[in-house]
């Protein structure tokens, strides 16, 4: 349910209601106020309000009795007091055990107020999670509002989520893009208004906010999607994250979008930047003893990017340990991965202890407990491009400067 909600939650002219008791909609009412304070702790722009979200507020007695009036009710008064363009039902689990047809009550709204409604197949975690609830309303809001229309040369739309257009990757992206002449005209889904949303279909060119995750089948799907529908071109599989992928994105989306001078003035000014962040920093990091802790499996971690940053500051990578969360299928594909970019030795927990002990920092995806070394926590969700290269070695840089002699985890 709340991946159906961040599908639509900034698409103005849209009201979603969750056929289910209220609590499920304090769910995604939790997110929204978490990625607020997360934006100002930040120092971002605060992030515009998004659209409403109302609960059929399912009790006991519908349980019994059934919730269809319930909701009915509820989405009467949503259109009385909003009055929007487009509804979206997100279906809980307590609708799935109750049947309810929800499907029906649509398509009798529809025909009732002229009113598009979109609902999903899924009930709650019954039959779902957050991104089958994502992509459904996603691939429905392309059925009913898009049409194929005339490119627009050297316009892009971003597509995905990552902390939305105030977070670090659509500005960072929408940042290099505009460099090389390129506009960003939205970020789909969630966060184009329902009146703009027809204009998707303009773009020379789709640009995929995020990395090699669980969601790189989907947006992989998705843009297929709007390539073979819309012909919208794309970039698939090359993401900035580290500096090395940031110069393989920059020349490749030159290349994509027929701008490549642009762009290699571009790559040029950024090596520039990132040269004159590493004679600040290299005084402090060159030769200092790092350990690498790498305890998440290939498709969530891919080392290329931080073995990079570590290069880059000329540390000394006296090892990389591999935590115990591994089963050996995994540990071996991990194996690999790290043997494309480095032959520094890879060690157990156990075997590792001793590096860590004469380490002067740990790069770690895992909190090490009980360490009495200085640790940078290696995000889920790392930060792109050249700026996010900078903040991320400026983190390194700050932890080595600092006098404090005892242990602790910093996240970047």
């Known amino acids: 349910m709340p991946g159906v ?3 639509v939650a900034y ?29 100002l702790g930040e120092g971002r722009q605060e992030e515009r309000a998004s659209v409403p979200l109302l609960s059929s507020q399912l009790e006991e007695k519908h349980s019994i009795f059934g919730g269809v009036d319930r909701l009915r009710k509820c989405i009467a008064f949503a259109i009385e007091k909003y009055q ?21 009550v649509a398509k009798e709204v529809e025909e009732e107020y002229g ?14 999670e957050y991104y089958e609830g994502y992509f459904e309303i996603t691939y429905k809001l392309i059925d009913r509002f898009l049409q194929p229309q005339e490119h627009v040369p050297k316009t892009v739309v971003l597509l995905g989520d990552s902390g939305g257009p105030w977070g670090h990757y659509a500005t960072e992206a929408t940042r290099l893009l505009q460099a090389m002449g390129v506009k960003v005209i939205g970020q789909f889904p969630g966060y184009m208004t329902l009146e703009d949303l027809p204009r998707l279909t303009s773009a020379e060119a789709m ?10 089948d989907d947006f992989n799907k998705l843009t297929k999607i709007l390539e073979e529908r819309f012909g919208l071109k794309s970039l698939p599989g090359i993401y900035p994250v580290g500096w090395q992928q940031t110069e393989r994105w920059l020349v490749e989306i030159g290349k994509l979008l027929d701008c490549e001078a642009q762009a290699c003035e571009v790559l040029t000014k950024e090596r520039l930047a990132l040269q004159k962040s590493l004679q600040q920093f290299l005084p402090v990091t060159k030769n200092k003893k790092t350990v690498l802790c790498i305890g998440r499996w290939l498709m969530y971690f891919h080392p290329d990017a931080v ?57 770690t995806t895992h909190e090490l407990q009980d360490k009495n070394v200085k640790q940078i926590f290696l995000p889920m969700l790392p930060k792109v491009g050249t700026n996010g290269e900078i903040e991320f070695m400026q983190a390194i840089y700050r932890v080595l400067c600092s006098r404090h002699g005892g242990g602790g985890m910093i996240y970047v």
Not at 13 to 31: K, L
Not at 307 to 322: A, F, R, S
Request: net charge negative; glycine share 8%; aromatic share 6%.
């Open 5 to 7: 909600w961040r599908a």
């Open 11 to 39: 698409t103005d002219g849209v009201v979603v209601i969750f056929h289910s008791p209220r609590a499920c909609a304090h769910i995604a009412r939790t997110m929204d106020i978490n990625t607020h304070y997360r934006s």
């Open 84 to 104: 929007p363009k487009c509804l979206v039902l997100g279906n809980s689990c307590v609708a799935g055990v109750i049947g309810d047809d929800v499907e029906s």
């Open 115 to 128: 009113l598009p409604v979109l609902t999903v197949d899924s009930y709650g975690f019954l039959d779902g």
């Open 207 to 216: 640009v995929v906010l995020g990395g090699r995750g669980q969601t790189h």
């Open 307 to 363: 073995l990079g940053t570590i290069k880059n500051l000329e540390l000394d990578l006296t090892g990389i340990i591999l935590l115990d969360a591994y089963e050996e299928e995994y540990r071996q594909e991990m194996v690999a991965a790290l043997r494309l970019h480095t032959d520094v030795s890879i060690y157990t927990n156990i075997d590792g202890e001793a590096l860590l002990k004469e380490a002067d920092l740990v790069l």
